[in-house]
């Protein structure tokens, strides 16, 4: 079975760091696509960043310059670094995964970012 264990959320303020990682586990290949998603309590979850197997990255406009996603294909691990957080970053952040390009995706359990005074 595929499982997403996530780790690395916590409280940090304003202009602080956090590094997010992802386990994964259950393909037999390295995991075709990887994402970070994030959801705010009344908010629709949404995309920060992916990557693929290949290394690839895509981010949203909100985490440009500011987030960096990337990869241990021999782990299958997924990492994202987080700098100059907001207050705004507050939510929990899921790990998104496609074990291979003919699966559905899974998602971890999430974890709660909060960026506070």
């Known amino acids: 079975q595929v499982q997403l264990v996530e780790s690395g959320g916590g409280l940090v303020q304003p202009g602080g760091s956090l590094r997010l990682s992802c386990a994964a586990s259950g393909s037999m290949f390295s995991f075709y696509l990887m994402g970070w998603y994030r959801q705010a309590p009344g908010k629709q979850r949404e995309l920060v960043a992916s990557?693929?197997?290949?290394?690839?990255?895509d981010y949203a406009d909100v985490a440009k310059g500011r987030f960096t996603i990337s990869r241990d294909n021999a782990k299958n691990t997924m990492y994202l670094q987080m700098n100059s957080l907001k207050p705004e970053d507050t939510a929990v952040y899921y790990c998104?995964?496609?074990?291979?390009?003919?699966?559905?995706?899974?998602w971890g359990q999430g974890t709660q970012v909060t960026v506070s005074t």
């Open positions: 998104n995964a496609y074990p291979t390009v003919l699966s559905v995706p899974y």
């Open positions: 990557i693929t197997s290949g290394g690839s990255t």
